[in-house]
């Protein structure tokens, strides 16, 4: 069978400023929390290895993206570092960053690569943590302002924008997971801090269409589809509770411009409403997206409580909910993720029949492998073919959903090459591409090339 995808269908992977550029403290960037982070919790990282290097992209930007010329890619991801854009965080451009921006942006046009940018990826400036972060109304102004003058600075070549990757992420691991700084686990402070993201996403929305660009503007949302373990009332309403705070607090306002009336209900009775101004409700249903990257690794099963938590003692989302680990999963035992590729299909069918069926793509998808140095051929090659399955297995249910009329116009994977994790360092691999860590060379594995003819061809047989 020949699974051939639709005409200027996207093929190209993401990455993120922190993950790629290294040079973390180089030319004027001042440090995002997770340089801090390092410098006070190096046990935290993975190998005690931080963000300083990544992948080198910020030196070696030009023939990474030769690279993606070879791996077939007409449009590729990353991030601004607001960190390095605006030092200060609300003050003065740093003019090598802009000069670094544009260089990437026009080499990458250049090269027949379509640039989709994003304003940020878990990066938030060390100096607007320290003024509350997200907690902080005057940090949603100054990210709007840093929006701004990046839809000024290269809007006139970037055509797809992007206000946050996975937001929920800050929230979890930032607010209630103790898995990324501040480290805070409190219920109240991580919905204050979804709610403020939300009103800072719907300000850099409200910015970019006053410009008249003439381009797009969207949000990436990991929308980890939710099942319940079975059909039973307990856990169908944990699941839809589950789906309610992790899912729909960021994708029925970009989609619809209004929370839903159960996650508002469900927050007014535990007591978590976040405070809300004149105006709110007014600019976020002005943020209603243009098109929405979807990220797709794995999916949640949920189940009720076994003792339910007693009314006044809810303090995270799990004492409201448990997670449930499905018998017979498939999984990828290095990352410790489910593998279940139908779950990408049940999103844009989701996405189709309940959100308007609003245009989107798949932004990040992908597998991370430890120790794959053992598939290294001697030429230096990494036959990879579980990451080919991989990649087959999600396009082909992707391919379904499109034949079922979804509105999906491409496929991103996570990640090109391999990258620095948040918090597993090198530990596990991702890319396209190898990378030697050694001396940074770069050499594309066997899944490279599949992935190149695929996106030649336009689809696989
Ligand atoms: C996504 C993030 C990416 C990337 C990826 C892989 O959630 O947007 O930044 O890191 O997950 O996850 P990890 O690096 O934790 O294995």
Not at 138 to 153: E, I, M, Q, S
Not at 181 to 201: E, G, I, S
Not at 382 to 389: A, G, H, K, S
Request: glycine content about 8%; proline content about 5%.
């Amino acid at each position: 069978m020949k699974y051939q995808f639709p005409d200027n269908f996207w093929w190209g992977s993401a990455t993120s400023a922190t993950q790629s550029e290294g040079a973390s403290l180089q030319d004027g960037k001042s440090k995002n929390i997770f340089d801090y982070w390092y410098d006070i919790s190096p046990e935290r990282f993975h190998g005690q290895i931080g963000p300083q290097n990544t992948s080198t992209f910020y030196e070696n930007y030009q023939q990474d993206i030769l690279l993606l010329q070879q791996l077939g890619h007409n449009t590729f991801r990353t991030s601004i570092s607001w960190s390095r854009l605006i030092p200060d965080g609300d003050g003065e451009l740093n003019p090598k960053a802009v000069t670094f921006y544009n260089a990437v942006i026009d080499s990458l046009l250049a090269h027949g690569i379509t640039p989709f940018i994003n304003l940020q990826h878990f990066d938030m400036p060390l100096c607007m943590q320290q003024k509350g972060g997200w907690e902080s109304r005057a940090v949603v102004a100054a990210y709007a302002r840093y929006a701004k003058l990046c839809f000024t600075l290269f809007g006139d070549r970037v055509k797809h924008w992007f206000t946050f990757n996975e937001p929920i992420v800050p929230v979890e691991a930032g607010y209630l997971n103790d898995l990324h700084y501040p480290c805070v686990v409190d219920f109240k402070r991580a919905v204050t801090v979804a709610y403020h993201m939300m009103l800072a996403h719907a300000k850099a929305v409200k910015n970019y269409r006053e410009l008249a660009q003439n381009g797009e503007i969207g949000i990436i949302l990991n929308l980890t589809p939710t099942y319940p373990r079975s059909d039973s009332s307990p856990d169908l309403v944990a699941a839809n509770q589950a789906d309610l705070l992790l899912n729909r607090s960021f994708l029925d306002p970009v989609t619809k411009g209004i929370y839903p009336d159960e996650l508002v209900a469900l927050l007014r009775e535990h007591n978590l409403l976040p405070l809300i101004e004149p105006g709110d409700c007014q600019l976020i249903a002005g943020g209603i997206i243009d098109l929405l990257g979807v990220n797709y690794y794995l999916p949640r099963r949920v189940q009720a409580k076994e003792v339910p938590t007693p009314q006044g003692q809810i303090n995270t989302p799990e004492d409201l909910f448990s997670f449930y680990q499905m018998p017979g999963r498939k999984i990828n035992p290095h990352r410790g993720w489910e593998i279940y590729e139908k779950g990408l299909y049940d999103i844009l069918i989701n996405l189709k029949q309940n959100y308007g069926n609003i245009p989107c793509y798949i932004s990040e998808n992908g597998m991370g492998v430890e120790g794959e140095e053992q598939f290294l051929t001697p030429s230096g090659r990494v036959e990879d073919d579980y990451r080919i399955e991989f990649i087959r297995e999600h396009l082909q249910w992707l391919h379904q959903a499109i034949q079922e009329g979804s509105n999906c116009q491409g496929y991103h994977l996570w990640t090109f090459i391999d990258c620095w994790s948040w918090l597993n360092a090198y530990k596990n691999r991702y890319g396209l591409v190898r990378l030697n860590l050694a001396d940074q060379t770069r050499v594309i594995k066997k899944s490279g090339y599949w992935f190149a003819d695929v996106a030649k061809q336009n689809g696989f047989n």
